[in-house]
């Protein structure tokens, strides 16, 4: 059985914050957001003022910086009633404490990402840390969300390594949802690879590879144009229906690992994904000119071609075998071609190490 999933409405464009109210009106005219800090004041008068324009009764409450149970108990204690809509406005942990919340109450959801840092604004997952940052586990929205809202005028001006780990979320896409695809693997729905997950993931692909850098010139300038707009639907809308729809396999399997230790655990999850990237690729046996190539764009984009330039320190051997071992427990470890063990993605780590020094 092949299961596609996607948000109910997905909105872009620059200015999009003054559109908040009629758009959370169409859900429910009670609504509450969990937000970012830094959001909170810089546009927290302007999503007040929209929502109540469109008569929508807006309750705020700022994110506490984890999207850890804690937080989401906290969250729920200040939002007492159960909500009928809960939005939430900022970066990737914000979005995940919104979304778990919601899920607690049996809310609507609506996503408003401040950054392009993942593909997490579109899909039903979300992942909860612990108090010490350690991943503990990605749980499920009853649906995808009801409404993405993306307003790239503030994405724009948002820092570039965000967008770069955006972009480095969303280039391997192809190579994890087709290896998921051919080897019989299920997607986050639990059904088959839908062909049109593999088609976005090879789009995106081709759409970074050629656009990337005027991407990025465009933050640069602190102005969107319409190769941004492409670029932020490309990372943020068809990653995320390329991934849940297709599957993952080696790269996201190594989040396990890169979250477990100091440094790496401490930078970006597109960061940690762009580096996995080379060494999924490494152990599908691509040809060296192949995965040289993908480094080669890495590095004039300012993505981590080893693990190296991902921690800023050199990795011991413990810690390839500490990182390998992690990996091997995540469940889209198994889509793939052949049955894997720790010895060979550490193996396959030490050789894009010895590829970039």
Same mark, same amino acid.
């Given at each position: 059985?092949?299961?596609?999933?996607?948000?109910?409405?997905?909105?872009?464009?620059?200015?999009?914050?003054?559109?908040?109210?009629?758009?959370?009106?169409?859900?429910?005219?009670?609504?509450? +957001?969990?937000?970012?800090?830094?959001?909170?004041?810089?546009?927290?008068?302007?999503?007040?003022?929209?929502?109540?324009?469109?008569?929508?009764?807006?309750? /705020?409450?700022?994110? !506490?910086?984890?999207?850890?149970?804690?937080?989401?108990?906290?969250?729920?204690?200040?939002?007492?009633?159960?909500?009928?809509?809960?939005?939430?406005?900022?970066?990737?942990?914000?979005?995940?404490?919104?979304?778990?919340?919601?899920?607690?109450?049996?809310?609507?959801?609506?996503?408003?990402?401040?950054?392009?840092?993942?593909?997490?604004?579109?899909?039903?997952?979300?992942? *909860?840390?612990?108090?010490?940052?350690?991943?503990?586990?990605?749980?499920?929205?009853?649906?995808?969300?009801?409404?993405?809202?993306?307003?790239?005028?503030?994405?724009?001006?948002?820092?570039?390594? +965000?967008? *770069?780990? !955006?972009?480095?979320?969303?280039?391997?896409?192809?190579?994890?949802?087709?290896?998921?695809?051919?080897?019989?693997?299920?997607?986050?729905?639990?059904?088959?690879?839908?062909?049109?997950?593999?088609?976005?993931?090879?789009?995106?692909?081709?759409?970074? /590879?050629?656009?990337?850098?005027?991407?990025?010139?465009? $933050?640069?300038?602190?102005?969107?144009?319409?190769?941004?707009?492409?670029?932020?639907?490309?990372?943020?809308?068809?990653?995320?229906?390329?991934?849940?729809?297709?599957?993952?396999?080696?790269?996201?399997?190594?989040?396990?690992?890169?979250?477990?230790?100091?440094?790496?655990?401490?930078?970006?999850? !597109?960061?940690?994904?762009?580096?996995?990237?080379?060494?999924?690729?490494?152990?599908?046996?691509?040809?060296?000119?192949?995965?040289?190539?993908?480094?080669?764009?890495?590095?004039?984009?300012?993505?981590?071609?080893?693990?190296?330039?991902?921690?800023?320190?050199?990795?011991?051997?413990?810690?390839?075998?500490? $990182?390998?071992?992690?990996?091997?427990?995540?469940?889209?470890?198994?889509?793939?071609?052949?049955?894997?063990?720790?010895?060979?993605?550490?193996?396959?780590?030490?050789?894009?190490?010895?590829?970039?020094?």
């Amino acid at each position: 059985m092949m299961i596609f999933g996607s948000p109910a409405r997905y909105i872009q464009g620059p200015g999009l914050l003054a559109e908040m109210g009629p758009e959370l009106a169409r859900l429910s005219g009670r609504a509450t +957001m969990v937000v970012d800090s830094f959001i909170e004041d810089a546009y927290g008068e302007a999503i007040a003022a929209s929502c109540r324009s469109a008569g929508v009764e807006l309750t /705020l409450l700022t994110f !506490g910086g984890e999207s850890s149970p804690e937080e989401v108990d906290r969250l729920a204690a200040l939002a007492g009633e159960a909500p009928p809509v809960v939005a939430a406005a900022g970066g990737g942990k914000c979005i995940d404490a919104g979304k778990a919340l919601a899920n607690r109450s049996g809310a609507a959801m609506v996503t408003i990402p401040t950054v392009a840092s993942t593909d997490a604004p579109t899909s039903h997952n979300y992942v *909860l840390y612990g108090a010490d940052h350690r991943m503990l586990g990605v749980e499920k929205l009853r649906r995808n969300p009801d409404l993405v809202l993306v307003d790239t005028e503030i994405i724009v001006r948002a820092p570039k390594q +965000m967008f *770069l780990g !955006g972009i480095g979320d969303t280039i391997g896409k192809i190579y994890e949802v087709e290896a998921c695809a051919r080897n019989g693997g299920v997607n986050v729905f639990g059904g088959t690879s839908a062909w049109s997950a593999r088609v976005l993931a090879r789009a995106s692909h081709d759409i970074l /590879l050629r656009h990337a850098e005027d991407a990025l010139g465009a $933050i640069d300038r602190g102005k969107t144009d319409p190769v941004f707009e492409m670029v932020v639907e490309a990372t943020v809308l068809m990653s995320g229906l390329a991934f849940e729809s297709g599957g993952l396999s080696i790269a996201h399997s190594m989040t396990r690992g890169l979250t477990a230790l100091a440094p790496w655990k401490e930078r970006m999850h !597109g960061h940690q994904v762009a580096y996995a990237n080379l060494v999924q690729i490494a152990l599908e046996d691509r040809p060296e000119a192949e995965i040289g190539d993908l480094a080669a764009f890495y590095g004039r984009i300012g993505l981590p071609r080893s693990l190296a330039e991902l921690g800023g320190v050199a990795p011991s051997e413990e810690t390839f075998e500490t $990182i390998a071992r992690l990996t091997m427990t995540a469940p889209h470890i198994r889509h793939f071609p052949r049955t894997l063990s720790a010895r060979e993605v550490a193996h396959a780590m030490r050789r894009i190490e010895a590829m970039v020094k």
